[in-house]
């Protein structure tokens, strides 16, 4: 029996912070990096004697996300107590959503290397989130609980998913779907997006499913491939050794690149839920549905297909600038500006990314606009300039957010294509090299390159490249 003759079978639990600016049940800051123990107030300290208040903005993000992966939104849905001790859990106890959850019975339409698959979403539900446990060298723990209380929607797919790259693909779409909802970040080095993985395996041709470990501590998508991947082949070690898989809870070490114990994986009755007795029930009204409903935007998936209908582009640069919305945002305000679009997405996803990623700059604060681009791109496209001389104007209106057309002058970069000086250029040269002339005519067609490098030297480069080349095929008796 070797590892091929097993199944994988993985499903993925997503914790995303919702974009407010005050916590699900006080008002205190969401905002990232205050020091400890700084967006703190009695509710989300757990004081005795505070009540939580529900924010209203979390219902509707909510719903938001619900609408957008085809859930069934519950009119009328549940907050609960979810009983464990933990140091960062200060009320002993985390106010979540159990058997009435806000969204449920939902799908993603995810592209992997097999092609188009559907994940079931099995429900969305609103929760708080625990503080944090800091360690340090000398060993000892300490707790911030800014976090406490931030809003969290845990989105649970099914176990539909077979192997780790559909896992890491299930979450770029996921994530692209709720950063272009406004309902999301999409951070995970700060958290705000973060990921655990139920993986089990199962005999091929088995009907019953093997036991599952529950993977936490990741936060990239190379991290999650690499956690399943290590995961997968463990538990086939395991039972080829005849040993069982445990029901457990693992925490994934980048480091050293495997998983580890933690602790047994509770049940659901382990945490002792219990109906949330200081919230009302959670109604979603019909009004709200159809408010929300109506702001929904064009979602990344119905945009690259329209990207690629309307605009002629390939998948892979389609998919890229809807990869982030301003990114195709900016593509499509720069548009009626150019002739071909996808030149302009050659020059966005090529030269203009390249410029952010080796700056650390991001596109909000490029000092260059769609206008700006498109003007850029035109000016290659007329012959204005040749396509090196657009990657240093490129750089430069990087640097300074300058136009173009005034770079373009400063630099006297605009090509020559007054087709007289080109020609007094060409009769110059092919009088300089009759042999490769008599050659070229002889058939050996190669000699074309020489003599346009010649040219293009004599004119520093800044000859019409199109044009010259039409003109010396001319003179030598191609047309």
């Known amino acids: 029996m070797s590892a091929s003759d097993f199944q994988p079978v993985i499903g993925l639990e997503v914790h995303a912070q919702l974009l407010t ?15 400890p123990n700084h967006h703190t107030c009695p509710v989300c300290l757990g004081m005795p004697g505070v009540l939580p208040v529900l924010n209203e903005k979390v219902v509707e993000l909510a719903v938001r996300v619900g609408l957008a992966l085809g859930c069934r939104v519950r009119p009328v849905s549940l907050f609960a107590r979810k009983n464990y001790f933990y140091p960062d859990l200060p009320k002993g106890y985390q106010i979540s959503q159990y058997d009435q959850p806000i969204c449920e019975e939902g799908k993603l339409e995810v592209q992997t290397a097999a092609g188009e698959r559907t994940v079931r979403i099995r429900r969305a539900h609103l929760e708080e989130d625990a503080g944090k446990s ?8 300490l707790v911030d609980l800014n976090r406490a209380g931030v809003p969290l929607l845990e989105i649970v797919s099914e176990p539909d998913l077979r192997s780790s790259e559909e896992a ?3 979450l770029r779409t996921l994530r692209d779907v709720l950063v272009y909802l406004g309902v999301n970040d999409g951070n995970l080095e700060e958290g705000s997006f973060r990921c655990d ?3 089990s395996v199962m005999r091929k041709g088995a009907s019953e499913l093997g036991t599952r470990a529950e993977l936490k501590n990741i936060n990239s998508f190379r991290f999650v491939q690499k956690a399943i991947d290590y995961e997968i082949e463990r538990q086939v070690e395991l039972i080829e050794g005849g040993g069982k898989v445990v029901q457990e809870t693992r925490l994934y070490d980048p480091a050293r690149g495997e998983t580890r114990s933690m602790r047994g994986k509770e049940e659901a009755h382990d945490y002792r839920y219990f109906p949330e007795p200081d919230l009302p029930p959670v109604r979603v009204s019909a009004a709200l549905l159809e408010r929300v409903r109506a702001s929904l935007p064009e979602l990344p998936r119905a945009r690259v297909q329209r990207l690629q209908q309307r605009h002629g582009l390939s998948a892979a640069d389609a998919r890229t600038l809807c990869g982030d919305r301003a990114l ?3 593509f499509e305000a720069a548009v009626p500006g150019v002739k071909d679009p996808q030149k302009l997405a050659n020059w966005m996803v090529g030269d203009l990314l390249r410029q952010l990623h080796e700056s650390g700059a991001k596109l909000s604060e490029l000092k ?4 700006q681009l498109a003007a850029l791109v035109s000016a290659v496209e007329q012959g204005t300039i040749s396509g090196a001389a657009g990657k240093e104007v490129l750089g430069e209106m990087f640097r300074t957010g300058r136009d173009p057309q005034a770079i373009i002058a400063e630099k006297g970069l605009a090509q020559v294509s007054d087709t007289g000086a080109m020609e007094q250029v060409l009769d110059e040269i092919l009088a300089k090299n009759a042999g490769e002339v008599e050659k070229y005519r002889a058939g050996k067609k190669q000699v074309l390159g020489f003599l346009m490098g010649q040219a293009m030297k004599a004119m520093k480069g800044k000859g019409n490249p199109q044009l010259l080349n039409e003109l010396l095929r001319k003179k030598l008796g191609d047309s």
């Open 328 to 330: 195709a945002d900016f």
């Open 368 to 371: 260059l606009g769609p206008p």
């Open 134 to 141: 800091v360690h340090d060298a000398g060993g000892e723990s």
């Open 197 to 199: 993985a139920n993986v």
């Open 21 to 35: 600016r005050s916590k699900i049940f006080c008002g205190c800051s969401t905002a990232f990096g205050a020091p």
């Open 168 to 170: 890491a693909e299930y």
